[in-house]
């Protein structure tokens, strides 16, 4: 085999293991297009932010802090807790990606991804020596139809229904939406607003000029969060890759880092499943429990990924619609 079909093989090689997780890519970037306008952002906003960050978790993070009008410490702070994995994840590749050019090593950690690192940690485990090409096949294979649905989301706004449970899919395929709100700036948004109506009028006027920056302020700084977000986010997956460049890893080293991925997925995985409406919800009256159970069931014995995302949303519906 000539070296430019050997690419090519690579190539769709990634591509080809990145199709399973469109059962679950698609609906988590629709929603997450959906909430980034929802938030009160520009459509080109949300792509923007979609494209600079390229992490759903973080997007959604940033985009609910934002509709709350939260501090940028707090909305940066944030996003970098949420991405933490992402230095797991390249403590983990550097080893196998140590001996790549710098430019290989900044466009996979870019296009690093929950999925996108269990493939390529596959890839490599299973005796590969060189992933880089099946790595941006991986990686190319999920960033092209994300932003592609994001801005389609973007578009269309809030016209989804909530009742079609579309972040359930996120979850079966090893990702949940990241819904929580930070009570203590809706305590503060709320208070805010109550003092407000009790203000004589032209006071009012004038506390809610102070308090609302203008257009063009705010704009300006909601590009500045992103470009900030997608700087850490960046960080976050260059870590160790970059850090490590020329150093060789013990062989112990190796077979610990070897269980990070079912670790943090699994830690993602679970609350999607035994979180109800901010509580842990451990009764059969939970649809998601019933169904996430019945996946689990049908990915012990199929081991495919797109037979377990559409079976367990198709128990998800049921569930739903029998109740």
Same mark, same amino acid.
């Given at each position: 085999? #000539?070296? !430019?079909?050997?690419?090519? *093989?690579?190539?769709?090689?990634?591509?080809?293991?990145?199709?399973?997780?469109?059962?679950?890519?698609?609906?988590?970037?629709?929603? #997450?297009?959906?909430?980034? #306008?929802?938030?009160?952002?520009?459509?080109?906003? /949300?792509?923007?932010?979609?494209?600079?960050?390229?992490?759903?978790?973080?997007?959604?993070?940033?985009?609910?802090?934002?509709? +709350?009008?939260?501090?940028?410490? $707090?909305?940066?702070? /944030?996003? &970098?807790?949420?991405?933490?994995?992402?230095?797991?994840?390249?403590?983990?590749?550097?080893?196998?990606?140590?001996?790549?050019?710098?430019?290989?090593?900044?466009?996979?950690?870019?296009?690093?991804?929950?999925?996108?690192? %269990?493939?390529?940690?596959?890839?490599?485990?299973?005796?590969? !020596?060189?992933?880089?090409?099946?790595?941006?096949?991986?990686?190319?294979?999920?960033?092209?139809?994300?932003?592609? $649905?994001? &801005?389609?989301?973007?578009?269309?706004? =809030?016209?989804?229904?909530?009742?079609?449970?579309?972040?359930?899919? +996120?979850?079966?395929?090893?990702?949940?939406?990241?819904?929580?709100?930070?009570?203590? /700036?809706?305590?503060?948004? =709320? %208070?805010? #607003?109550?003092?407000?109506?009790?203000?004589?009028?032209?006071?009012?006027?004038?506390?809610?000029? $102070?308090?609302?920056?203008?257009?063009?302020?705010? @704009?300006?700084?909601?590009?500045?969060?992103?470009?900030?977000?997608?700087?850490?986010?960046?960080?976050?997956?260059?870590?160790?890759?970059?850090?490590? !460049?020329?150093?060789?890893?013990?062989?112990?080293?190796?077979?610990?880092?070897?269980?990070?991925?079912?670790?943090?997925? &699994? =830690?993602? +995985?679970?609350?999607?499943?035994? !979180?109800?409406?901010?509580? $842990?919800?451990?009764?059969?009256?939970?649809?998601?429990?019933?169904?996430? *159970? %019945?996946?689990?069931?049908?990915?012990?014995?199929?081991?495919?990924?797109?037979? @377990?995302? @559409?079976?367990?949303?198709?128990?998800?519906?049921?569930?739903?619609?029998?109740?």
């Amino acid at each position: 085999m #000539t070296p !430019a079909a050997d690419f090519r *093989a690579e190539l769709l090689a990634g591509i080809r293991s990145a199709l399973p997780t469109y059962v679950g890519l698609v609906p988590f970037a629709l929603v #997450t297009g959906v909430a980034g #306008t929802a938030a009160g952002l520009t459509p080109l906003q /949300t792509i923007g932010l979609s494209v600079i960050v390229f992490s759903g978790i973080a997007q959604l993070v940033v985009t609910q802090l934002l509709a +709350v009008s939260s501090p940028a410490a $707090v909305v940066l702070i /944030t996003a &970098a807790i949420v991405s933490l994995r992402f230095v797991m994840y390249s403590a983990a590749l550097a080893p196998y990606l140590a001996p790549l050019p710098p430019r290989w090593k900044l466009a996979l950690s870019y296009l690093l991804t929950d999925q996108g690192f %269990a493939a390529l940690m596959n890839h490599y485990q299973s005796g590969n !020596a060189d992933g880089r090409w099946f790595g941006l096949g991986v990686g190319l294979g999920q960033w092209i139809p994300w932003q592609i $649905v994001v &801005a389609i989301g973007a578009l269309i706004g =809030a016209q989804v229904p909530a009742s079609w449970s579309l972040d359930f899919a +996120v979850t079966l395929v090893g990702r949940r939406e990241h819904r929580r709100r930070s009570r203590g /700036t809706r305590v503060r948004t =709320a %208070a805010s #607003t109550r003092t407000d109506r009790r203000l004589p009028r032209r006071h009012r006027c004038r506390f809610r000029r $102070v308090r609302d920056p203008p257009a063009a302020g705010r @704009t300006m700084r909601i590009w500045l969060l992103i470009v900030a977000t997608g700087a850490i986010t960046f960080g976050l997956r260059l870590s160790f890759i970059w850090l490590a !460049a020329g150093r060789s890893f013990p062989a112990r080293a190796r077979q610990l880092l070897s269980y990070v991925a079912p670790a943090v997925l &699994a =830690a993602i +995985v679970v609350p999607g499943l035994v !979180a109800s409406q901010g509580s $842990v919800d451990l009764s059969l009256g939970n649809p998601r429990l019933l169904a996430g *159970a %019945a996946a689990i069931a049908v990915a012990w014995k199929t081991r495919d990924a797109l037979i @377990t995302t @559409t079976f367990g949303m198709l128990a998800l519906w049921g569930i739903q619609w029998l109740r």
